[in-house]
């Protein structure tokens, strides 16, 4: 789990960066283009393109386009149209799909992977919950199209690393990953990009460097790893631990305004969650040893 929680705080300081200094100011489409490149040239050296499962390769060409691809043009979107509050507020129903794609996967129903999704879920929206005011329907649908997909691809990456097992290191092919987030993002900046909003700013510059190199390229990769190490409801927890975590950098860094008595009780509701899973998981493995006792 220690992957997921860097990678947690990893994507805490995205948010409010991307918020702080990319949004509404620099193309989103070249914002995305940028970090994936990056990421897909930090692997570049390492990725083999023989020996390893055809099922594997294109898995992780399909997870990067949803995860890297899809995902982050929509996010980067919303933002456009929303508040970073807004946008924390609007990614919590990531842990239902989590553990959905991950049921239908493997085909089966785990209600208590759904119920600490769901929990967590809970905990999420104590904490964001605000009236809406304005135009955000657009936003919304956007984030849950980016909160699916988000879900898709590293349930499926997960997936494949179980369902095919080879002798190479995780390293050795993830650049496969990006190269599948590439296919999409280069298009998307050609057809859609705005050559007038580039970067203009150094602090521009490095942030985008920044999210490339640590979000993106290192973030992606443990988070993957972690997500082989853990079961499918803690997995779908984890998903929601950015939004309290965001919320901490925009209060720590930003000296923005929040309700700490919230943030502590929508906190301990998500911690709650990760013992329902746990309680879960072992009543499930006590049913089974019963079952073939």
Known sequence: MSHLLIVTALWAFSFSLIGQYLAGQVDSDFAVLVRVGIAALLFAPFTLWRGLPRALLG???????LQF?????????SFEVLTVQEVLLFTVLTPIYVTLI???LVRRFNPWALLAAAVAVGGGIIIRFQPL?????W??????VANLTFAAGQVLCRHLLARHPTAYPLHRFFGHFFLGALALALPAWLIWGDPDKLPHTAMQWGVLAWMGVFATALGMYWWVRGSTRVDA?????????????GLLVNVLIWQRDTDLPRLVT?????????????LGRHRRQHGQAHATA
């Open 102 to 104: 991950d049921d239908a």
């Open 133 to 137: 005011t304005g135009d955000y329907l």
């Open 69 to 77: 691809g899809i995902t982050y043009l929509c996010l980067y979107r």
């Open 59 to 65: 898995g992780f060409w399909l997870a990067g386009a």
């Open 266 to 278: 929508g906190g301990a509701v998500i911690l709650t969650s990760l013992w329902l899973n746990r």
């Open 139 to 144: 936003g919304f649908v956007m984030l849950q």
């Open 233 to 245: 409801g803690t997995l779908a927890v984890m998903n929601e631990l950015h939004v309290p975590a």
